[in-house]
């Protein structure tokens, strides 16, 4: 199994940064892609921002310019600085793994959720 292990988030002033890490284990085989989605107060789950194996970024657009994201092939891990953070990026934050387990199968994978509060 794969296991991706969320730290960061918490509470900060409009305008501050937080960073956000996620580490996958466990049986990774290949990793086709790797990043963060969130989830406001009474919205869906959206995707914030991903790296897929060849290196090439995604971001939303309400993030782009603000977020960047970095990878650690080496440590099966995505890093996403948030800097100048707004209240209406407050939210539940999940990372996301699209894994290979084996030469064949693969599957997504999520943290457990990190909590981004961003007061005004």
């Known amino acids: 199994q794969v296991h991706l292990a969320e730290s960061g988030g918490g509470l900060v002033q409009a305008g501050g940064s937080l960073r956000l890490s996620c580490v996958a284990s466990?049986?990774?085989?290949?990793?086709?892609?790797m990043g963060w989605y969130r989830q406001g107060p009474g919205n869906q789950r959206e995707l914030v921002a991903s790296i897929n194996a060849g290196g090439a970024r995604n971001y939303a657009d309400s993030v782009k310019g603000r977020y960047t994201l970095f990878r650690d092939n080496a440590k099966n891990s995505v890093d996403l600085q948030m800097n100048s953070l707004k209240a209406e990026d407050t939210g539940t934050y999940y990372c996301n793994g699209r894994i290979y387990v084996n030469p064949t199968n693969w599957d997504d994978y999520w943290g457990q959720g990190t909590q981004v509060t961003v007061s005004s």
């Open positions: 466990g049986s990774i085989f290949r990793i086709i892609s």
